[in-house]
């Protein structure tokens, strides 16, 4: 399969990539298995810089793990590293055990925080257009006595997200179950995810909350702008509304 372009661009730098593995009921067990397996192969994939296998939870961040659903994130030192992996034989294993693959290739617009003590994005802070979407990623570590008061907020997180008829699609995910959470969602433009988190009720409360209560031990935040699909989730591409590319030159 080739990527389907949204933006025409060459960047120099650093790309990442964020897919979406759905698995058969007889494929399951392998793909769990996987997540004990893949991260060491990850090691010694050449121009990976950063790279995190996650399952995913059931309606958006659950307690109940989905075994039909996993994701990997990947920081590649450029595209031509992306591309070497995703044509490589441990890709082609994933691609006869799944149902579906979906990946898309993003560029770092802007990050804060740590993840595993480290910053693995090296955004492109000049990069506006202003009518494709954005990617959003949240990623925590939450303090041991901080759990109960976590999880107990979560159904109000998840209903301020999905009021937003801006968001185009979410999933949670994670490396480690109820302590290591992560989020990845879609937006349809940079103004509409920015008119969700400023003006939102339900959102800025959960920010005040996180904030006061100083839930996570370790918590990073970045936005990118999607440049490149391929594959379907559910039946389709999760950015099939925007089926043209602009022109982006980046050296």
């Known amino acids: 399969m080739a990527f389907r372009s949204l933006v025409r661009f060459s960047p120099a730098g650093q790309v990442v990539t964020f897919s979406i593995f759905s698995y ?19 090691q010694r994939v050449q121009g990976l810089s950063f790279g995190k296998m996650m399952g995913s939870g059931k309606n958006f ?6 075994f039909s659903r996993y994701a990997l994130l990947a920081v590649w030192e450029n595209e031509a590293a992306a591309d070497t992996f995703f044509g490589s034989a441990p890709m082609e294993a ?13 560029l770092p617009l802007r990050t804060h925080g740590k993840w595993d003590g480290t910053s693995p994005f090296q955004p492109y802070p000049d990069l506006h257009f202003p009518d494709l979407p954005v990617a959003v990623l949240t990623r925590a570590t939450i303090r041991t006595g901080a759990l109960a008061d976590f999880w107990r907020h979560v159904p109000q997180a998840s209903r301020s997200l999905y009021s937003s008829d801006a968001l185009l699609y979410s999933i949670g995910v994670g490396e480690k179950p109820v302590v290591q959470q992560a989020t990845v969602s879609f937006w349809r433009n940079a103004k509409a995810l920015e008119e969700f988190a400023y003006r939102q009720a339900g959102h800025r409360e959960i920010v005040r909350r996180t904030r006061e209560k100083n ?3 370790e918590d990073l935040f970045a ?13 389709q591409d999760l950015l099939a509304q925007y089926p043209t590319y602009e022109e982006l030159m980046i050296k």
Do not use: H, N
């Open 24 to 42: 058969p009921m007889a494929s399951r067990f392998w793909a769990l298995v996987q997540m004990g397996l893949f991260p060491r192969q990850l």
């Open 61 to 66: 961040l659950s307690f109940l793990p989905d």
């Open 94 to 106: 994933f691609r006869r055990k799944a149902s579906e693959i979906w990946t898309a290739k993003l």
């Open 215 to 217: 839930w996570y031990s």
């Open 223 to 235: 936005r990118f702008l999607p440049v490149a699909t391929e594959g379907t989730c559910g039946g």
